[in-house]
């Protein structure tokens, strides 16, 4: 596309300073998706935290999955990284002695769900526990910074990945605004939310990433990262973006450009 959206002019546009990677509860190398449309598994109801339903796999979005409860509507899809500790393989609440559970809004009679059950599963083809990566670490503290630039989710259209700005930092909180949205989607959330990503995850993963709204607005502040202590007097009087830009550092951007991030399994 002739005006594909670019973090790297983008930035300098803007004038504005990626979160550097450590920031994000999210694997160094993004995991491989190893699942396939229809496969089932095991998910916390996302609506009802304690229970844990089947879904089936209905789309896969680069390391996300969009998933469906079995016996629940279609206007309740919800999605997941493959290393969420919000799913796992069909048999482990089982082996954990706890028993699957309708989802909320199932659509049949409660008496009917473990005959709904026993013909859901019934020859269905699970998803295999090597699909399931083990969820990352968080930072053990919030290292975000107003002004840094991100990748997040719009939780009004959670299918989406948008570039966002930290507005504030409020002890394990950040406000995350999107930009070029005039604030209509924007949220706080906890630093170490599996729902923001480092800037060049979509690309690393080949998930579509949504270009900026139209709604131009200047940055509030020009964030500059804590200046390194070595050599503070050089840097400070060079343009930030050509002597501290995170970016330009990143060991991924081969792989950004075009080579396929190596796989972790
Ligand atoms: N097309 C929809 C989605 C906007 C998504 C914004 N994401 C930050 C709209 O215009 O409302």
């Keep these: 596309a002739k005006d594909a959206f670019s973090w790297e002019e983008y930035l300098k546009e803007t004038s504005s300073l990626p979160a550097p990677p450590g ?11 190893d699942f396939k449309v229809g496969m089932k598994l095991e998910a916390h109801d996302p609506r009802n935290s304690t229970s844990v339903c089947i879904a089936t796999v209905m789309g896969l979005t680069g390391v996300r999955l969009r998933l469906r409860l079995d016996g629940s509507d279609n206007s309740n899809d919800f999605w997941r990284l493959v290393d969420s500790s ?3 393989p069909i048999g482990n609440c089982e082996k954990n002695g706890d028993m699957l559970q309708p989802p909320l809004g199932f659509r049949m009679n409660a008496s009917s769900w473990p005959m ?13 526990v090597i699909a399931f990566k083990k969820e990352p670490p968080g930072p ?12 997040a989710v719009d939780k009004k259209n959670p299918y989406l990945i948008c570039p966002a700005t930290i507005g504030e ?4 909180e950040v406000f995350v605004m999107f930009d070029g949205w005039r604030g209509a989607f924007d949220y706080w959330c906890k630093y170490d939310s599996r729902d923001v990503f480092p800037v060049g995850w979509c690309s690393l993963t080949k998930h ?27 840097r400070s009087m060079q343009s930030p973006y050509r002597f501290s830009n ?18 972790e399994t």
């Design 246 to 263: 995170p970016l330009l550092a990143l060991p991924v951007r081969k792989g950004v450009r075009g080579r396929r991030p190596k796989s």
């Design 23 to 33: 920031c994000f509860r999210q694997a160094r190398v993004p995991p491989s998706n």
């Design 208 to 234: 579509g990433l949504q270009p900026p709204g139209n709604s131009v607005t200047l940055p509030k502040s020009v964030p500059i990262l804590p200046a390194s202590p070595s050599k503070p007097s050089r």
């Design 140 to 151: 053990p503290q919030n290292n975000f910074r107003s002004g840094m630039k991100l990748e």
């Design 169 to 172: 930092v409020k002890g394990d």
């Design 116 to 128: 709904f059950l026993l013909r859901t599963l019934n020859g269905a083809e699970m998803a295999p």
């Design 86 to 88: 919000d799913i796992q």
